[in-house]
């Protein structure tokens, strides 16, 4: 993407000499609600008109950040150009091979529950090197700083090219439950973008989180994924909770068309599903991306709006050695990054559409959690009247 010639993303950057890093104040990315843009971000006809597309000021300072922090050899491995390649088939799987992210990567931590306590003598979040750290993220109507604030931190194994993660308030040392402000930070975020493939997620303990302290990830990718469009069925009669089909492993989706109020709407419905399912030991995984209204399959790049969806899904503790790749947030959406270059070569759609559906839940558990969840958005008319009341 092209960069606008008014952006200044000197602060962003770490000093020229090193023995002042440790000492740079981190810089406030601070934006209002005119940057939250919805409108107006599109595919391009090809994957090669993306760098030409102009970058938002947020773009800017996150690519320009990341780009330092590699030349500097702060990520464990330098993440060149990716082999690419979208699965054959009906589904519009997109693989990708990145060996060294499959061998260096951190290690998951012991984990037994998706509720587990935070841990302080684990590795966190509070022991990363001050270059790790890119801007703290300031919403303008955030108040006191540190209130909302959220740190935007490199991946040091990334995925893909501007990896990063989201951590809201690391002093306060949150485990890895999704929380209202966490997710409100990665919807934004997102939003703050112009890149049509930028997204954002979350791993829940036993679904594949490898740190158990609150973060969301985020990151580039110049490939449409099969979740923008997929349809669904609506599960409720207001449209607030539909189920995406077409996909290997059905999700619930939330769509939220605006910032503001649809956007507030859905952060605490989603919000909402994710503590049914933690309070039951249930595994989750959770994907943000610009997208389609629920119900519509559109035949051109339209991106209308944000698609929230959310998959409960088996645990797994840990990651499995030999199989091409592990399915967490990312691959439940379509993107699959391979460990090893046989796998990436022999990878079939269908031998990936068997690796996701292994973490399904078995049907009768699914049953009960989409009723619990259909159930839950089917209150909200409840509480809105409690509230009313109380509030006569």
């Known amino acids: 993407m092209a960069t606008p010639g008014d952006v200044n993303e ?110 302080p003598q684990q590795f966190n979040f509070r022991k990363i090197r001050r270059g790790e750290v890119l801007f703290r993220l300031h919403p303008q109507s955030g108040g006191l700083r540190g209130e909302h604030d959220t740190l935007v931190v490199i991946n040091v194994s990334p995925l893909e090219r501007g990896h990063v993660l989201l951590v809201p308030e690391p002093a306060r040392g949150l485990p890895q439950r999704l ?72 999700g619930f989706l939330f769509y939220a068309g605006s910032p503001g109020p649809d956007l507030e709407a859905v952060v605490g419905r989603v919000c909402r599903a994710t503590d049914y399912l933690s309070e039951r030991e249930i595994a989750h995984n959770v994907f943000v991306t610009r997208g389609a209204a629920p119900g519509e399959r559109s035949p051109s790049s339209a991106l209308t709006g944000l698609r929230v969806i959310l998959w409960p899904r088996k645990s797994s503790f840990g990651v499995k050695e030999g199989e091409a790749f592990n399915v967490a947030l990312c691959e439940l959406a379509g993107h699959l990054p391979v460990k090893t270059s046989q796998d990436f070569s022999s990878l079939t759609e269908a031998a990936a559409v068997a690796l996701i559906q292994d973490c399904v839940l078995p049907r009768a558990q699914a049953e009960e959690v989409q009723a619990g969840l259909v159930a839950l958005v089917a209150g909200e008319e409840l509480r809105s009247g409690e509230a009313l009341t109380i509030g006569l």
């Open 10 to 119: 000197t602060p962003y950057l770490l000093s020229p000499n090193t023995l002042d890093w440790d000492g740079q104040v981190i810089p406030d990315f601070t934006y209002g609600p005119e940057e939250l843009a919805v409108e107006g971000v599109q595919w391009p006809q090809g994957p090669w008109a993306l760098d030409t597309q102009p970058r938002s000021r947020f773009d800017s300072a996150l690519c320009a950040a990341w780009t330092q922090r590699a030349e500097l050899g702060f990520f464990r491995y330098r993440l060149g150009e990716l082999q690419t390649q979208t699965l054959p088939g009906a589904l519009g799987l997109v693989a990708q091979l990145n060996v060294e992210r499959g061998v260096q990567r951190r290690r998951p931590q012991d984990v037994r529950s998706v509720r587990q306590a935070f841990d």
């Open 179 to 250: 929380l209202p402000g966490a997710l409100r930070a990665g919807l934004e975020a997102v939003l703050l973008s112009v890149h049509p493939g930028f997204r954002v997620g979350f791993n829940s303990l036993g679904g594949l989180a490898s740190v158990n302290h609150l973060h969301l990830h985020g990151y580039y990718l110049d490939h449409r994924l099969p979740v923008e469009q997929a349809p669904s069925v609506p599960l409720d009669p207001l449209g607030r909770l539909h189920l995406l089909q077409a996909l290997p492993a059905p």
